[in-house]
Nanobody
Framework: QVHLKEAGGGSVQDGGSLTLSCTAS????????MGWFRQAPGKEREPVVK????????EYADSVKDRFLVSQDRGRNTIDLQMSNLLPEDTATYYC???????????????????WGQGTQVTVSS
């Protein structure tokens, strides 16, 4: 079983920056996929970035490309998300997640991700 704990988040102005951190513990060797997802009120949870940890292959959602940067430290079992040029539409609860990869990819549906953090709130005001 994998346990995930997020840190960071908060409130910023439009155009501001925040960094989220996620620390994994437990059976982390099974988690060949790690990622960040977000859920805004009244909307479905959506992927922000997915990382295939054995190779470091990264997939960003189009909405955050060139603004968000993910980094992983396999020795410390952490995955951080640096968010810059934040927009009001980035307001959401952000979740760290982990799962076993399907093939050598992490493009499976959100519902198939098996481990989730408790979530951390990001609020961007205009």
């Amino acid at each position: 079983q994998v346990h995930l704990k997020e840190a960071g988040g908060g409130s910023v102005q439009d155009g501001g920056s925040l960094t989220l951190s996620c620390t994994a513990s437990g059976d982390t060797y099974r988690s060949t996929c790690m990622g960040w997802f977000r859920q805004a009120p009244g909307k479905e949870r959506e992927p922000v970035v997915k990382v295939y940890t054995p190779s470091g292959r990264i997939e960003y959602a189009d909405s955050v490309k060139d603004r968000f940067l993910v980094s992983q430290d396999r020795g410390r079992n952490t995955i951080d998300l640096q968010m810059s040029n934040l927009l009001p539409e980035d307001t959401a609860t952000y979740y760290c997640a982990a799962s076993v990869s399907i093939g050598a990819k992490c493009d499976h549906e959100t519902s198939l991700w098996t481990a989730w953090g408790q979530g951390t709130q990001v609020t961007v005001s205009s």
